[in-house]
């Protein structure tokens, strides 16, 4: 008898995500030969919950190793909102259940960062067989030291950092580089220092305007005429660390700030003098073909998936642990993030070569 296995991906896109898909298809292909059947589940958790899939072929995992995106699709589906009944009167988890037993699913693989690892532990616990694969360019998965995405983000963003230090010299300016990473600051950590910024601001490290300014104005009593920020888009300040979520939105509406990245410039040009500019690279940092090293991984994880499925062990999201694919128990990373902890050892290499962290 055939298996069928369901692949989603759910959440915002990243490099990997294709490679992966194809790491899982090859290996149960090879290893199962024609007792295996994949379908494709489009738009993640939306797809599931509206019966919007298909079997797929062969031939359709060729090809897809280089290529950025996802060929299922994806869509964002808040894990808040799962158990919440809308206008549209469609239970949610009810909707999921119904559709994994009408396409006859041996077992789900659920493709996607922290909320989709919620929403895969749901439907474990629910009964359903579930295996999670680790992506986001984030790099804020509990339980795995990497994940598919992350790195070639990082190289993205390096090089946007790369490329505004030749404008910065030549215009004698402050750049402000915002990263993304809302909660996590990896991605910021990792390019900023990779890319010779002067200053990184994370989340986990609320900053103090001055002492960003200090090394601004460091710098050029040392006759370096301009200085490059790498700031992650969710940085706040030691004031706004002291506040709720709410009361820091609310600060910042009042005082009409759009981003922090926006603020901190306005306050480096006003306190220090220099001319500042910002730049955001945004989505260009989740697009365009995987690195070496994420097809790599990708193919590590799409793998071991593939070896989990044969062996039916459900319940467990892949993960990178010691340099070893292993496998995390659902219920045990999810709803928890993997954060910068302030005694990481880039931390120290980052205060090492004298940047300023805020």
Not at 97 to 108: A, G, I, Q
Not at 276 to 287: L, N
Not at 304 to 319: D, F, M, N, Q, S
């Amino acid at each position: 008898m055939k298996k069928r296995i369901g692949i989603l991906t759910s959440g915002g896109d990243c490099p990997g995500l294709n490679a992966t898909i194809r790491g899982v298809a090859k290996a149960l292909y090879q290893r199962m030969d024609n007792n295996v059947e994949i379908i494709g589940i489009a738009n993640g958790y939306s797809g599931l919950i509206n019966g919007d899939y298909r079997v797929m072929q062969p031939y359709e995992f060729s090809g897809i190793l280089t290529v950025g995106g996802t060929i299922l699709g994806t869509k964002r589906t808040p894990f808040k909102l799962m158990r919440v009944i809308g206008d549209d009167e469609v239970d949610k988890v009810s909707a999921m259940k119904k559709n994994y037993k009408e396409m006859k699913l041996d077992c789900l693989l659920c493709l996607g960062g922290n909320g989709t690892h919620k929403t895969a532990n749901l439907l474990s616990e629910e009964g359903l067989h579930v295996i999670g694969l680790p992506k986001t360019i984030d790099n804020d998965i509990y339980g795995t030291d990497v994940t598919f995405g992350f790195h070639t983000a990082v190289d993205i963003a390096t090089e946007s950092i790369d490329r505004v230090h030749t404008t910065a010299g030549s215009h004698s300016r402050c750049m402000v580089v915002e990263l993304m990473g809302n909660k996590a600051g990896w991605l910021t950590l990792y390019a900023g220092i990779a890319g010779g910024a002067d200053i990184i601001l994370i989340p986990e490290l609320p900053y103090n305007i001055e002492n960003v300014c200090a090394a601004i104005t460091k710098r050029a009593e040392q006759g370096k005429n301009f200085s490059i920020l790498a700031v992650a888009e969710g940085v706040y300040d030691v004031e706004e660390a002291k506040m709720k979520k709410k009361e820091r939105a609310a600060k910042r509406a009042e005082q009409g700030i759009t981003t922090a990245t926006h603020r901190i410039a306005h306050q480096i040009e006003e306190m220090t003098g220099f001319e500042t500019r910002f730049c955001v690279p945004g989505h260009m940092q989740r697009g365009g073909s995987p690195s070496p090293y994420d097809r790599v991984l990708a193919t590590q994880f799409g793998t071991y998936a593939a070896k989990l499925v044969e062996e039916e062990i459900y319940g467990v999201t892949v993960a990178m642990n010691n340099n070893q694919v292993v496998a995390n128990r659902l219920e045990d990373i999810a709803g928890k993030s993997r954060l910068v902890p302030e005694d990481h050892g880039m931390i120290h290499v980052a205060r090492r070569m004298g940047l300023c962290l805020g």
